[in-house]
């Protein structure tokens, strides 16, 4: 899924005013800048909407958008596309993280090694 | 059936990609044995070692195909008792060669598509990640970590650090693992990604993993294994500069058991379930460890491509002489 900026500021828009129309997140991008005409903030809620990323429901003639995921949860969902190459094809992760994230050991194991580096610490003074 | 030069390149590549095939084969068959020897590597050796032994089969396969070339039109009759192609003139695509080469052809687009659409989505995803982040200055945050440059900073819960990004690699680096570690915690996990950064390890890693596309499966894992251990103990070892063995595999495992704590979230596929045990024991009994040898590398290559030569002279004669052209 890829955000562009004025994807980015209406959905930053949404999270703070959830259940907005087209108008409202007008008024509001329009002062900034790069903030787009009315048919622009249409299209890139249409947009969003297509993505996935935004419910709607109308009320009257209008549609009222929000977020279906916060902040929080989009990046969540994010860091995951981005690590499920390293997740479910492995060998073939575009990624280099610090620990593989994923890992076979559980904390019993995981404390066995915290013991061992403890021990070997201790004996090399 | 196509005659005259075009001919004889048609069944150059055929000679070409028989040769790689054959390297791939008989790889394979050799990595049962030396797998485990790896391990007296240091990961450097091992890195350098991986890469060899991935580009040999194209850098042979080329080799062969030169050989070929001036044996079926060069004056070299010595050349031509020791690997010979009949009809180098004329190619039948309806031939066992044309399928090859046909096959060959279909194989590369299939799996250059699959590459191509991955990056697509693994870009869009950074992109927006990027978006979402906030860009950290580290060094204005310690004092002790004048080589950490910048890294994106993510609101989330998650515990993790990694660089992604092939051609702008960044680091990354979520809330959630932040808010955990203590400062020289921290300073060892941004090394780490930082020394990604520095060797871009991304693109190394994409361009070896297009290296190894022609491997079986029962080789193609752990040979991609075996370099992404290396590239994380390089990555380690850049650390050590700075920080002990047991700090940096004490941060290791801590992260770890971080991770851990999230396992729902995430859908396991148990990838790299050595490494940390691995990475830890080499952090806390680092010993001597061998260095590249080019020796026995030099005779290996020599004796891969004699064997592969003979291979491709006997199995042209074998098929030609069970079937019919």
């Known amino acids: 899924m890829v955000l562009g900026e004025l994807e980015k500021q209406v959905l930053q828009y949404l999270w703070a005013h959830p259940d907005s129309d087209v108008k409202q997140v007008h008024s509001v991008l ?81 404390e066995e090694l915290e013991n061992l580096i403890k021990q070997q610490r201790k004996a090399r003074g | 059936m196509v005659v005259g030069d075009w001919a004889l390149i048609l069944n150059l590549v055929s000679i070409g990609l028989l040769g790689l095939f054959i390297l791939h084969a008989l790889q394979s068959i050799f990595w049962l044995f030396i797998s485990e020897k790896l391990a007296d590597f240091s990961p450097k050796s091992r890195k350098s070692l991986l890469l060899v032994w991935v580009a040999c089969p194209y850098v042979l396969s080329t080799v062969i195909t030169l050989f070929f070339y001036l044996s079926i039109t060069g004056p070299f009759e010595l050349l031509d008792e020791v690997a010979h192609w009949h009809h180098a003139y004329v190619f039948h695509f309806d031939s066992w060669h044309g399928f090859l080469l046909l096959g060959f052809i279909a194989y590369i687009v299939w799996q250059l598509s699959k590459v191509i659409r991955r990056w697509v989505i693994h870009s869009s995803d950074i992109k927006s990640l990027n978006l979402l982040s906030r860009v950290i200055s580290s060094t204005s945050n310690s004092n002790s970590s004048p080589e950490v440059s910048n890294y994106y900073l993510l609101d989330s819960a998650k515990p993790a650090a990694f660089v992604a990004g092939i051609i702008k690699p960044r680091c990354y680096l979520t809330n959630g693992l932040k808010r955990q570690l203590t400062e020289e915690e921290l300073n060892i996990v941004l090394q780490h990604e930082q020394a990604h950064l520095t060797s871009n390890d991304a693109l190394s890693k994409c361009l070896f993993n297009l290296l190894c596309i022609f491997y079986p499966g029962f080789t193609k894992k752990p040979i991609k294994m075996s370099y992404a251990l290396a590239l994380e103990q390089i990555a380690d070892q850049k650390v050590l500069k700075s920080h002990t063995g047991f700090d940096v595999a004490a941060t290791l495992v801590k992260v770890a058991k971080l991770q851990n704590s999230y396992k729902t979230d995430f859908s396991y596929c148990y990838f790299g379930s050595e490494h940390i045990a691995l990475r830890v024991n080499e952090l806390i009994t680092p010993g001597h460890k061998k260095s590249f040898p080019i020796i026995i590398s030099l005779i290996s290559l020599a004796l891969l491509l004699f064997s592969t030569l003979s291979v491709i002279d006997a199995s042209h004669h074998l098929i030609e002489s069970l079937f019919t052209h």
């Open chain 1, 30 to 110: 329009a002062t900034q800048r790069g903030g787009g005409t009315l048919n622009t903030i249409q299209s890139t809620l249409d947009r969003l909407f297509k993505k996935g990323v935004l419910s709607r429901h109308k009320k009257g003639l209008a549609y009222y958008y929000q977020a279906k995921l916060d902040r929080e949860h989009l990046i969540a969902k994010l860091i995951d596309n981005v690590t499920s190459d390293f997740i479910s094809e492995g060998e073939n992760s575009l990624i280099a993280a610090f620990s593989s994230i994923s890992s076979d050991l559980d904390d019993s194991q995981l």
